[in-house]
């Protein structure tokens, strides 16, 4: 019989990310967006944990502790930080996270000083027409091609030194949210608290409802997703089954939507684990969730990261259909609805496997297969065998 789940509070799910879109955390720069996730997990009866620097380690009691899982999603987001002062009073940028300078360009941002926050405008070089004419479109696109402009006295480097801006100060880029009748969402930084803003409704749709999962399920909000180390270092339980939230880039080649979510099959880091995938699609069929799978040739996750750290983890990644991405980003209420559903789905799942519990499989009985021993040793181009092969060997020494 297939498990209710909870119809999510869109509400609180626009309600949530709009509130978040606000508060600016590019990573190294994360201290307020972290407060405020775990404000959200406390009104909803949530506990949790801080590592050092802010990961945030939450666990939903199940009814049963072991095997556990967790789910992540990261709420730090791409920016940029003063690399040079010049000495016209511009300032010099280098990217935080990965992303192209064509994205930067025109942007409204506001700058960290330790005493104060100024606010600019990042600029090409050649940023007049009028003055430079068709050379304003011969310029190389690249960070050493852009400069910030500060809505300040500053027209030498003495100028921004006295305003306290110094090498090392975050800049943050504003996110112009609009949410349309339409249903789209338009914002920069929906990577990732559209789906930070999914897991908190999925999680306050289960509690509300008074479910209890059949095991231990462990929420994380990450703080170094963009720069590749994430969850390297967020797993202390026991962790066997690890699905992570990310985008899903809409585009030429892609099989993502705005209007579904997306189980990925693989990324940059190789393919997701067989099981755990499948057993996403299988909950999305069974709740009638709309649903694509899809492939991200230039992308990491949370999970890859906590693989790469030793982890002995089944991956799989969740992702809500995204077009522009590291860009000024569009979503659609229908891919994240789809989303916070599908969590709320697995998180009322049984394990994929039961032996999982176990950190290393004692007998081949409990271990997995994907497909039959025989189906999958069929083969439509035949090979002698090896009896033929020694036989031929033997008769001719």
């Not at 192209?100 to 100024?118: K, M, T």
């Not at 694509?292 to 799989?316: C, K, M």
């Amino acid at each position: 019989m297939t498990t209710r789940i909870p119809e999510p509070d869109l509400t609180y799910l626009q309600r949530v990310l709009l509130e978040m879109l606000a508060i600016p955390s590019p990573t190294g720069f994360t201290d307020t967006i972290v407060r405020y996730v775990a404000e959200r997990l406390d009104e909803i009866g949530i506990p949790y944990e801080l590592t050092r620097r802010g990961t945030i380690r939450a666990t939903l009691k199940g009814r049963q502790n072991s095997p556990d899982r967790a789910v992540s999603a990261h709420l730090d987001t791409i920016g940029a930080i003063i690399r040079e002062i010049k000495d016209n009073g511009r300032l010099g940028l280098a990217p935080v996270g990965c992303w192209s300078s064509r994205f930067a360009e025109g942007s409204r941002v506001s700058v960290f000083c330790d005493s104060r926050v100024l606010r600019g405008s990042v600029l090409p070089l050649m940023a007049s027409g009028h003055a430079f004419n068709t050379a304003v479109d011969s310029l190389p696109i690249s960070w050493d091609h852009i400069e910030l402009r500060l809505d300040a006295y500053s027209t030498t480097r003495a100028d921004c030194e006295t305003l306290g801006v110094a090498i090392g100060d975050f800049v943050a880029f504003d996110p112009l949210p609009e949410f349309t009748e339409s249903g789209h969402i338009s914002a920069r930084h929906l990577d990732d608290k559209a789906g930070a803003a999914a897991l908190l409704t999925a999680l306050k749709a289960i509690v509300e409802a008074g479910l209890e999962p059949p095991i231990d399920c462990h929420p994380l909000f990450t703080i170094t997703e963009e720069i590749g180390s994430g969850a390297a270092a967020a797993l202390p339980w026991d962790v066997s089954e690890f699905v992570s939230i990310d985008i899903a880039p809409v585009a030429p080649g892609q099989h993502s939507s705005e209007h579904a979510v997306s189980v990925a099959m693989q990324d940059s880091g190789g393919p997701y684990d067989f099981h755990l995938s499948r057993h996403l699609l299988r909950l999305g069929e069974e709740h009638a969730i709309s649903l694509r799978r899809d492939l991200f040739r230039y992308y990491h996750s949370d999970a890859q990261s906590a693989v790469a750290a030793g982890h002995d983890i089944r991956t799989a990644l969740l992702a809500f259909g995204c077009d522009a991405t590291h860009g000024y980003e569009r979503t659609h209420l229908d891919s994240l609805e789809a989303l916070a559903r599908l969590l709320g789905a697995y998180l009322l799942s049984p394990p994929v496997f039961d032996s999982d519990a176990l950190s290393r499989q004692q007998s081949l009985e409990a271990f997995s297969h994907q497909l039959e021993h025989d189906a999958q040793m069929e083969s439509e181009t035949r090979v002698p065998t090896v009896e033929s092969l020694v036989g031929k060997g033997d008769s001719s020494a």
